[in-house]
């Protein structure tokens, strides 16, 4: 008979194997992807499909300078998150939405939030 704990690892990692040393490296991998201040916020307003161009953005986030969205945005388009879609006409457009790939953090993200969430009634 196996031990409960080795039954749901099983069930939670699927048929990857991590040791702990690996799932640290994959979790600080995912985070530098991740980390900057507006990173998240921009991930959020992108959610669901949506596709803003620049200026949309840069009011859907007030107090993000135009310097650092375009950081941002740039450090995103270059990880994969984002993908950047040029319209050529004249005045040239330009939107932003997710790849499938960083619409798929959706459900990750639901998950963190749905756990900061119960921080309150989990402090001492």
């Known amino acids: 008979m196996t031990r409960t704990h080795k039954k749901v690892r099983r069930l939670l990692l699927g048929k990857v194997k991590y040791t702990a040393s690996t799932a640290a490296d994959g979790v600080q991998q995912a985070f530098r992807m991740l980390e ?5 916020v921009i991930l959020f307003h992108l959610f669901g499909g949506k596709l803003l161009r620049f ?3 840069e009011r859907a986030i007030p107090g993000v300078s135009q310097k650092m ?3 941002q945005l ?3 388009e270059s990880d994969g998150i984002v993908r950047r879609i040029v319209h050529h006409q004249v005045p040239p457009k330009v939107e932003y939405g997710l790849t499938d790939w960083g619409q798929s953090l959706c459900p990750a993200l639901d998950v963190l939030l749905t756990w900061a969430d119960q921080q309150g009634e989990h402090r001492v």
């Open 36 to 40: 900057g201040r507006w990173k998240l």
């Open 55 to 57: 200026s949309e953005l």
């Open 69 to 71: 969205l375009i950081q």
């Open 74 to 76: 740039r450090q995103l």
